[in-house]
């Protein structure tokens, strides 16, 4: 069974920073491709960042230069460092793995959400 657990969300005012990290865990046999989502209340499920098991990232628009997401192969983690918060990037925060679990099965995973909320 595969897990994704993400821990570091809260609240910060905006221009703060925080650090959200997502930790694999379970029987697999690789990780592809990690990333971010956020939604917000009434709107859809968006993508904020990915990264590929070789580094290569791909970022919204909306968070290009105060965001950056890294990973940890060693460990089976990724964070995602968000700088200069502002209120719109409230939400709640989703990562998702594409992970190989056996030779010919490759599913997607995602964790329970951890909410970040900017204030004004």
């Known amino acids: 069974q595969v897990q994704l657990v993400e821990s570091g969300g809260g609240l910060v005012q905006a221009g703060g920073s925080l650090r959200l990290s997502c930790a694999a865990s379970?029987?697999?046999?690789?990780?592809?491709?990690m990333g971010w989502y956020r939604q917000a209340p009434g709107k859809q499920r968006d993508l904020v960042a990915s990264?590929?098991?070789?580094?290569?990232?791909n970022y919204a628009d909306s968070v290009k230069g105060r965001f950056t997401i890294s990973r940890d192969n060693a460990k089976n983690t990724v964070y995602l460092q968000m700088n200069s918060l502002k209120p719109e990037d409230t939400a709640v925060y989703y990562c998702?793995?594409?992970?190989?679990?056996?030779?010919?099965?490759?599913?997607?995973?995602w964790g329970q959400g951890t909410q970040v909320t900017v204030s004004s």
């Open positions: 379970g029987s697999f046999l690789s990780i592809n491709r």
């Open positions: 998702n793995a594409y992970i190989r679990v056996y030779v010919l099965r490759t599913s997607d995973y």
């Open positions: 990264i590929t098991s070789d580094g290569s990232t």
